[in-house]
């Protein structure tokens, strides 16, 4: 059985990480052992800090998710989660604390307000108003909210985000969109296409090959496999990191793979 730590147990390794550290002066350098104490008390205070905003976004996240349809629920938000931070470990931007906050708020809250879900327009200030409560500086949060903003798939089309986008932008984004393919992104994708009661498959439907902005957001009369030729089979050559675009590769296969049977059975050849 794996075993999943808790957040107590992430504060228990935590602070035994930080007595160790505390427990000598540092070699080479000029700091007292009580300077160095003081220095270790308030790293381990950021710390701890930091370990009760995830958690409190964690919270979030099921709370303001839990009306969703399984495409879009509270699993979809985590799992973007860990395959982001994952990503920056591979592209090398983790060690740094401060990116790695960014990467793994702007991952969990990335779709709380999605317009597709959106019942009130007060759910669009749900995660502004969160990331102010919990204190995060005005920088940080600006951040995290302009990667959940210009991360969509629509803002591609409606070229908002273009080629300025900073290391954490592009491993959020990578994370969701792999997410989107392979056995999961197909499942996803008939999830999502039956809460909206869409049909399967109309060969007399034809994707749409000058999506706009707008028409992308406008679904109606599109079957559920159109949405594989109109964004998904699209995302591996989107990715904008390494370690995503590396990833992309067998999921996108699956999925084509998975496309080419469909047909074939849909047709009588299978």
């Not at 920056?88 to 931007?93: H, L, N």
């Not at 964004?231 to 989107?238: H, I, V």
């Amino acid at each position: 059985m794996l075993f999943t730590p808790s957040p107590s147990h992430v504060q228990q390794s935590t602070l035994l990480n930080v007595d160790l550290r505390c427990s000598k002066k540092p070699r080479g350098t000029s700091v007292t052992r009580q300077q160095s104490v003081r220095l270790c008390s308030a790293w381990t205070e950021r710390e701890m800090a930091k370990n009760d905003i995830i958690v409190a976004a964690e919270k979030l996240v099921k709370s303001a998710m839990k009306g969703n349809d399984a495409s879009h629920d509270a699993a979809h938000a985590f799992r973007v989660r860990d395959l982001a931070l994952s990503l920056a470990r591979e592209e090398g931007i983790s060690s740094s604390s401060d990116s790695a906050l960014i990467v793994e708020l702007a991952a969990l809250l990335h779709d709380i307000g999605d317009y597709k879900y959106m019942r009130d327009p007060s759910e669009g200030k749900i995660v502004e108003d969160f990331l102010d409560k919990e204190g995060i500086e005005e920088s940080k949060k600006m951040r995290i909210l302009s990667i959940i903003k210009g991360m969509g798939f629509k803002e591609e089309i409606g070229r908002v985000t273009g080629d300025n986008y900073s290391p954490e932008f592009g491993v959020v984004q990578d994370a969701d969109r792999l997410d989107a393919i392979g056995a999961i992104g197909i499942a996803r994708c008939f999830t999502f296409g039956g809460s909206k009661n869409n049909v399967l498959h109309d060969p007399n439907i034809k994707p749409r090959s000058d999506l706009s902005k707008e028409k992308y957001i406008n679904k109606d009369e599109q079957s559920t496999l159109n949405h594989f030729h109109e964004k998904l089979l699209k995302l591996k050559d989107l990715m904008r990191t390494k370690a995503g675009r590396r990833r992309a590769e067998k999921r996108h296969k699956f999925m084509a793979e998975f496309l080419e049977e469909f047909y074939e059975e849909w047709d009588g050849r299978a």
